[in-house]
């Protein structure tokens, strides 16, 4: 090669490589947590020095080529996909309309708007991912919170949140899953995600309202009777470019579809998102011609500015980063470090005490809930995950759990899933919620999305751990019909209620 120069190397896995990846990760969260610069900066220059330490130095951390593979480009293009979509949808003033209806129902009462946006976010990243699902109710929220004189983040915060828990009662919903469904050593179906973890997910929506009102109280802890007054007044905001909205919203279905089918097509989720967006782009290029019939220096106003203002760029960069850097901890071995360590651990402490099967089972489970949770709020969840797999797989046939050791595959879930909400840099939607409120002029620092997001994470976690616990001890056909019972009454007996007393 021309002046000699490296083109690719193996990562050095030795523990000061480890190491010196371990303290830049560190470095980025101190820095995150300081909020002294832009964030997007911070991964960037993280980066920089990574790639001076690996070309410069002894210290092969990651090459470029290698790089190149780390970044996900499912997310990114996923990403730009929506954004693209949302920008579209904008046009066609659909969101100030949709939020008139919205709050006609909740009656301009924020307890009641928030409780609908939260219930809307979290059964639509069910069927959605939950980065999807995000930039879809990202507009809504914001309108409500505008139109309600109202502090954003009461609306933002709980909503990222519910994307979050939503997205891990089902397979499609959350990258993890999807990465936990797809491994053959699992032998877990779509309905397996469904059955065991629709059930605690949807106590832990209930637990995501109750506390959100209380965490915000000035803004969504109104009593239900308290309406704010002229809120619920509609806007008059009504539809236009009515034929767009149709071809958006037909193109928009097939999308979906792509994404619900993706277990029996195996198809990445960003690859019916490009191809809907392209379509859509194309159609709301033709109408904007149709209409405006502008000349070739006037055409910034259609198609353009989509592009250039609708796309959060910063967003994608820092994304695009943040994989180079966790592909630095994997190539490392640093990730693969932490996954031996928690083996280790399970092993010493099923030994030292003498644990039952069944003990030494719920001991695994916890471990790997609680250390996946901490580390998926650390860094993103997505390799952690697939890391973690073999090491799961491995586990299991060492102690020989029988049917009771799928226990383990719903603590990696529930841990990578969850304990992305207790930081800003936990989970893709988090990122995304939060760059979208800064392009509004919403500034949601490190600092005040840790504060809620570490209390729900934790709260969450918590839960996960009962659940686990009944789910070995208890049986899981008996906690989730038990539990599936009691949401039944807990959501039909206020209805009963409130008719019985309006009769009397």
């Excluded at 303290?23 to 911070?42: C, E, G, K, N, Q």
């Excluded at 089918?261 to 198809?267: N, R």
């Excluded at 039952?356 to 969840?381: E, H, K, R």
Aim: hydrophobic share 55%.
């Amino acid at each position: 090669m021309p002046g000699g120069v490296m083109q690719g190397f193996d990562s050095t896995t030795d523990i000061a490589s480890q190491g010196i990846v371990a303290f830049i990760l560190i470095a980025m969260f101190a820095l995150l947590a300081l909020d002294r610069v832009h964030r997007v900066l911070i991964p960037i220059g993280a980066v920089a020095v990574i790639w001076l330490i690996s070309y410069f130095s002894p210290f092969k951390l990651i090459s470029f080529e290698t790089a190149k593979n780390a970044v996900d480009l499912n997310v990114i293009l996923l990403l730009f996909a929506m954004m693209a979509l949302v920008g579209v949808l904008k046009t066609t003033n659909v969101f100030p309309w949709a939020v008139d209806r919205l709050l006609e129902r909740s009656r301009g009462n924020p307890s009641r708007a928030a409780r609908l946006i939260l219930w809307f976010t979290g059964v639509l990243s069910a069927i959605l991912d939950n980065v999807t699902t995000v930039i879809f109710a990202y507009p809504m929220a914001s309108e409500m919170a505008r139109r309600l004189k109202i502090n954003g983040s009461a609306f933002f915060l709980p909503m990222v949140m519910a994307a979050n828990i939503g997205g891990t009662a089902t397979l499609i919903g959350d990258p993890p899953n999807v990465l936990i469904g797809a491994d053959p050593r699992t032998g877990l179906s779509f309905m397996d995600f469904i059955y065991n973890l629709a059930v605690p997910c949807t106590f832990m929506m209930i637990v995501l309202v109750w506390y959100s009102r209380r965490y915000y109280p000035t803004d969504i802890g109104a009593p239900a009777d308290i309406d704010h007054e002229g809120a619920a007044t509609p806007s008059g905001a009504r539809l236009e470019n009515v034929p767009l909205l149709r071809v958006t919203c037909w193109i928009t279905v097939l999308i979906f579809l792509g994404f619900m089918t993706h277990t029996f097509t195996h198809m990445p989720v960003a690859v019916p998102a490009v191809i809907g967006i392209a379509a859509i782009l194309f159609a709301q290029d033709y109408y904007y011609l149709k209409e405006h019939k502008p000349t070739h220096e006037e055409r910034q106003h259609g198609v353009l500015t989509i592009l250039e203002k609708d796309i959060e760029w910063p967003t994608l960069a820092f994304f695009l980063f943040l994989f180079i850097l966790v592909g630095a901890a994997v190539a490392t071995g640093l990730i693969a470090s932490l996954a031996d360590a928690l083996a280790w651990i399970i092993q010493g402490i099923s030994r030292h005490f003498g644990l039952s099967p069944t003990a030494t089972l719920l001991v695994a489970a916890l471990l790997i809930l609680w250390i996946s949770g901490f580390l998926s709020a650390v860094i993103d969840n997505i390799p952690y995950t697939a890391v973690t797999i073999p090491l799961v797989a491995s586990l299991l046939g060492q102690l020989n759990a029988g049917p009771d050791g799928q226990v383990l595959w719903w603590a990696l879930s529930l841990g990578a899933c969850l304990g992305g909400n207790g930081t800003l840099i936990g989970a893709s939607a988090n990122v995304t919620v939060t760059g979208l409120a800064e392009k509004d002029g919403k500034r949601i620092s490190f600092n005040e999305f840790t504060a809620f997001g570490s209390r729900i994470a934790t709260l969450t976690l918590v839960m996960s751990s009962i659940y686990l616990a009944l789910w070995l001890y208890v049986g899981s056909i008996l906690v989730n019909v038990a539990g599936a019972v009691v949401l039944l009454v807990l959501f039909t007996a206020p209805r009963f209620l409130k008719r019985s007393a309006s009769r009397e």
